[in-house]
């Protein structure tokens, strides 16, 4: 289990909305909103470079402090919206949680190392999930999940869900038989179908964790 040092964004209430924020972005802040426990959703303001920097350095599944005029609340990054020309940051949601309560959160899941497999039969590293659903309290969550494929030695050996270590107060939540990597012979290396490609959109939305029911937020 991966984890980090305390991160904090220091933020203010923020009383302008809708077309105002342009010129809040224009001044180099970075709007946002956060919701969750014992607090109701408060729009809020951030300086758009110190919260890109720390952005930066979070997973899905970190906890960041969101100081709020003197407040901190642990948090964790539900939503970020990008701009999709110059890739700035928009807008983030945060979800205010308690340290005392157990939460659910999808952790990714990252690969390292070299198969021989791929060294000495010429195999291909198939990846199966990318992230895996977990139960624990914030400050226990994994930052992210490494998973060594130096250990498949052969074609068709692969990791799942069952094979993986989680530190003590970490439930899995997702099917011990999910296939986290496998490795294949090359002709059985999956091509992209036909047609399929980027789309580009307007903003790049990257969300953080599954929500388990919508939340009433800010108009962008």
């Known amino acids: 289990m ?26 180099g802040k970075l709007p946002g909103v956060i919701y969750g426990h014992h607090i109701e959703a408060t729009p809020i303001t951030m300086d758009l470079r110190d919260a890109t920097r720390i952005l930066a350095e979070l997973t899905a599944s970190s906890i960041v402090t969101i100081n709020l005029d003197g407040v901190q609340n642990a948090a964790l990054v539900r939503e970020k919206q990008r701009d999709f020309i110059k890739g700035t940051l928009r807008h983030v949601d945060f979800q ?25 039969f010429n195999g291909v590293v198939v990846a199966g999930l990318d992230e895996i659903e977990v139960e624990a309290f914030p400050q226990d969550l994994p930052e992210r999940i490494i998973v060594d494929v130096s250990v498949l030695i052969k074609i068709g050996d692969g990791l799942y869900v069952r094979d993986l270590k989680f530190a003590a107060g970490v439930e899995v ?3 011990a038989d999910g ?4 490795v294949t012979a090359a002709a059985e290396e999956e091509a992209p179908a036909p047609g399929e490609g980027a789309t580009e959109e307007p903003e790049v939305i990257e969300k953080g964790k599954k929500e388990e029911e919508p939340i009433e937020g800010e108009k962008k």
């Open 2 to 27: 991966d984890r980090m040092e305390k991160l904090v964004i220091n933020a203010t209430r923020r009383t302008v909305i809708g077309k105002q924020v342009k010129a809040l972005r224009r001044g």
């Open 96 to 120: 205010a949680v308690s340290l005392t309560e157990k939460i659910r959160a999808n952790v990714g899941v990252v690969l390292t190392g070299l198969s021989p497999a791929v060294k000495d």
């Open 173 to 175: 939540l997702d099917d």
């Open 179 to 182: 296939m986290v990597v496998r």
